[in-house]
Every structure is written in C-alpha cells, then in structure tokens.
C-alpha cells in the first residue's frame, strides 16, 4: 500500500500563513526516508505546477519554484512519516488544490511522481 494525506488547507487573507502537511503511509513508506518529496498546486484552468521538493534523507536539499521562494519553505519528519509545506505572506495566485507527492530520487517534474496525495484546497481572499 502507498497512501500519502495532505491537511492543512483553507481559508486566509492575503499576507497570511498556512501549514500544510502531508502524511505517508502503507507498506511501500516503511522506508520513508528514501522518498523525494514533492509539493504541486493546480488552480482552476491551469496546468499543474510544481511548488517545492525536499530531498530524501534528512531533506538538506531543497527546491522551489520562483514564484514562491522566499515564502514558501518545504521540510520533512522522517520520525513521522510527514512532509510540511510551510507558506508564509500568501497572495491570491496562490490560491489552488495542493497536492504531495513522493519518488524515489528528487525531481521537478510530475511526471517523476509515483505517489500522490487527494490534495488540499488553499483559497485565498485579496
């Protein structure tokens, strides 16, 4: 089994914080620490982009998308199985469906993806 749970989405004004998690579970995550993990967001009539990855291991390497450096910052809790997508001074285009995702190895692109999350709605009021 390969079950990834994202939480943590809702509604903020622009400029504030929110925390979302994503929580691994099943057979296949028993070796947690060897997954990538991947944060992506999908807004209404959009293609889905990619948002932040962590690295497997302890998660020193990190990857972000320009739109949200500087913001956005990804970590992960071996300990617990769970990736975190902290997003501080949101704005409205950020607004979307979150998902996570996990592969072996780290990767940009979803198509690497193996495993995916239902995903989280982030709504944003300007």
């Known amino acids: 089994q390969a079950v990834l749970v994202e939480s943590g989405g809702g509604l903020v004004q622009a400029g504030g914080s929110l925390r979302l998690s994503c929580v691994a579970s099943g057979r296949t995550f028993r070796t947690f620490s060897d997954f990538g993990m991947s944060w992506f967001r999908q807004a209404p009539g959009k293609e889905r982009e990619f948002v932040a990855a962590?690295?497997?291991?302890?998660?020193?390497?990190?990857s972000y998308a320009e739109s949200v450096k500087g913001r956005f910052t990804v970590t992960r809790d071996n300990a617990e199985n769970r990736a975190y997508l902290q997003m501080n001074s949101l704005k409205p285009e950020d607004a979307a469906i979150y998902f996570c995702?996990?592969?072996?190895?780290?990767?940009?692109?979803?198509?690497?993806?193996?495993?995916w999350g239902q995903g989280t709605q982030v709504t944003v009021s300007s």
């Open positions: 962590v690295s497997g291991g302890s998660g020193l390497i990190t």
């Open positions: 995702a996990a592969t072996i190895g780290y990767s940009r692109s979803d198509r690497n993806y193996d495993y």
